[in-house]
């Protein structure tokens, strides 16, 4: 079982840069493939970026490919998402998710983080 705990999230002007954490806790980490979701209001939840369990393969969403990068630290146990260039469209609440499948056709699992807000100002 893995718990998730994200932060970083905040106010930011349009064109700014943020970097949200996702804290994991098990000893399993390191076998999950790792996603990003967000979900702004009156939205479903949509997919963000996925990382492989090495940290090797990564996949984004067209709406944020060439602004935002996922990365992870397995020995810390943290996955991140380096959010750059950002416009007021990426305002959400960003979660976490320990999933399963490769990266392209990631498949997020039940491990929820609790969200950390992230508001862009135009």
């Known amino acids: 079982q893995v718990q998730l705990v994200e932060s970083g999230g905040g106010l930011v002007q349009a064109g700014g840069s943020l970097r949200l954490s996702c804290a994991a806790s098990g000893r399993t980490f390191s076998s999950y493939p790792m996603g990003w979701f967000r979900q702004a209001p009156g939205k479903e939840r949509e997919f963000v970026a996925a990382?492989?369990?090495?940290?090797?393969?990564?996949y984004y969403a067209d709406s944020v490919k060439g602004r935002f990068t996922i990365s992870r630290d397995n020995a810390k146990n943290t996955v991140y998402l380096q959010m750059n260039s950002l416009k007021s469209e990426d305002t959400a609440v960003y979660f976490c998710?320990?999933?399963?499948?490769?990266?392209?056709?990631?498949?997020?699992?039940?491990?929820w983080g609790q969200g950390t807000q992230v508001t862009v100002s135009s």
């Open positions: 998710n320990a999933g399963r499948g490769r990266v392209s056709d990631y498949v997020p699992s039940d491990y």
């Open positions: 990382i492989s369990w090495s940290g090797g393969s990564t």
